[in-house]
């Protein structure tokens, strides 16, 4: 099926630093979800966004809604050990309840 | 309250034997999903049911049957799966005709097929 292009595809980094992911897609979208999963468990929702331009904060987590809105971005501010995991942004054009997934990335945090 | 529950947690099936994963949800979500998903790639659509009635199928083979018998409850059925099958299997729901239209997922069962 149709997935969303999400970079980087994984990603080390050590404690503290800053992490930056995006999504894009060729398709415009009317909502923008971004999920964490560990391993062996479901997503989980972090943030979601609904408005082209739209920044949205939850803790340390940033992430925006892209003008042109075929793309979203995410920043986690001084990572911990406890981000590492898979990141992935989900989308939601207008009129389906149908979201499509992005690739994920996947973080690694070095203590 | 954004609990959605799934059981069992973990199943181990033969080839031959027919079980059946359970979904639940008490949001007043009208609309459950099934997704497959594999290690390190993103979950993939299988079913969608809005109003208690199938609305998406993604060409999914028919040893795998969903049903919803009512708006909180959304059933798998398995019947001589693959080994191919094995993967984690995770519900989900949302709202409907919302603008804010969020999904929650469960914790998901992990099959595997011997």
């Known amino acids: 099926g149709q997935q969303l292009n999400q970079s980087p595809q994984s990603m080390f980094i050590q404690e503290g630093e800053d992490v930056s992911m995006n999504c894009t897609s060729s398709s415009i979208f009317n909502t923008w979800l971004w999920y964490k999963q560990d391993p062996g468990e479901g997503p989980v929702l972090l943030i979601a966004l609904y408005k082209a331009g739209e920044l949205t904060s939850n803790g340390r987590l940033t992430a925006q809604f892209g003008i042109t809105r075929k793309d979203s971005f995410l920043n986690i501010s001084a990572s911990i050990p406890s981000d590492v995991g898979i990141y992935f942004c989900a989308g939601l054009a207008s009129g389906t309840y149908k979201y499509i997934f992005g690739t994920g990335t996947r973080l690694k945090v070095l203590a | 309250d954004t609990e959605v529950t799934q059981t069992p947690k973990h199943l181990v099936m033969g080839m031959t034997n027919k079980k059946s994963l359970k979904c639940e949800q008490h949001m007043g979500h009208r609309a459950m999903y099934w997704y497959k998903q594999k290690a390190k790639k993103p979950p993939e659509l299988m079913f969608v049911?809005?109003?208690?009635?199938?609305?998406i199928n993604e060409s999914v083979p028919s040893r795998f049957s969903p049903e919803c018998p009512n708006s909180s409850l959304l059933n798998l059925h398995l019947h001589a799966l693959q080994p191919e099958d094995s993967a984690l299997y995770l519900c989900?729901?949302?709202?409907?005709?919302?603008?804010?239209?969020?999904?929650?997922f469960g914790a998901g069962t992990r099959l595997s097929v011997l």
């Open positions: 989900a729901s949302s709202q409907l005709g919302l603008a804010k239209n969020i999904q929650y």
């Open positions: 049911y809005s109003y208690e009635k199938l609305s």
